[in-house]
């Protein structure tokens, strides 16, 4: 058993920041932190995905529907489906579990660290993310073995 210790607890950040949990072959774990008024840099993933708001206030939206999601919230998106939180009226943390993990179907798009949006068309489209390397670096432990959660 592994406890997650950081997972979805809110951090104060600058801008958009996605932090990796837990990884296993069907599935990732991870935080994502949007400060208020910032931008969500995301694109579709290859992967499906449940957010689990623990903190914050924003809106998540898709090209089919628009929801307000604040601490509590829990939200299904399908792979390849277009969304963004948007909105973002207070500090928001979201919990994110990737099935199966994060990049695993492929080089789809994801979460990104730092990324600006471009204007298309008159509405905000997130700019491209360079997919995440696969594995882990040489001489690192894999992420779900990092000392991030106590072993029980």
Do not use: K
């Amino acid at each position: 058993m592994i406890v997650l210790t950081a997972a979805g607890v809110p951090r104060r950040h600058q801008e958009a920041l996605y932090e990796e949990q837990l990884r296993v072959a069907d599935l990732s774990v991870g935080t994502f932190h949007i400060p208020a008024g910032g931008r969500d840099p995301q694109q579709p993933h290859t992967e499906d995905e449940i957010y689990v708001v623990t903190g914050g206030a924003a809106r998540l939206w898709t090209p089919t529907q628009v929801v307000d999601v604040r601490a509590g919230s829990v939200v299904f998106v399908p792979a390849g489906e277009q969304h963004r939180f948007v909105d973002v009226t207070a500090d928001l943390t979201v919990l994110v579990i990737f099935g199966p993990a994060e990049h695993s179907r492929g080089d789809g798009v994801g979460l990104e660290q730092t990324a600006g949006l471009e204007q298309s068309a008159g509405r905000e489209e997130p700019a491209r993310r360079e997919p995440a390397g696969q594995g882990e670096p040489a001489g690192q432990e894999p992420a779900d073995r990092q000392g991030i959660g106590e072993r029980r």
